[in-house]
């Protein structure tokens, strides 16, 4: 978005020095980067979020089992 202002905002002057350009370019590149962020957190961070979150059930479920074992034997 700021990029954007900028660019409406440009002087005849930093036009004639390439300015309109550079920004535009700017702004693709930005673009790219928002999209590959997005994808890297879609598909690469929150798959991994998951699989440790699943981890983490699962050896709350071990730990949980043995305590409920532990106690049944200690308080026979």
């Known amino acids: ?3 954007n202002r ?3 905002q440009i002087s005849p002057r930093g036009i004639a020095q390439g ?3 550079e920004l535009n370019q700017n702004i693709i ?3 790219k980067k928002i999209t590959s ?3 890297q957190m879609l598909f690469g961070t929150s798959l991994k ?3 440790l979150r699943e981890d ?3 050896l709350s479920s071990q730990v949980g089992r043995k305590y409920h074992v ?3 034997i200690g308080n026979e």
């Open 49 to 51: 979020l998951r699989a």
């Open 29 to 31: 590149d930005a673009r």
């Open 37 to 39: 962020d997005k994808l």
């Open 1 to 3: 978005m700021e990029l």
């Open 70 to 72: 532990f106690n049944k």
């Open 6 to 8: 900028q660019r409406r």
């Open 19 to 21: 300015w309109r350009e």
């Open 56 to 58: 983490q059930a699962h």
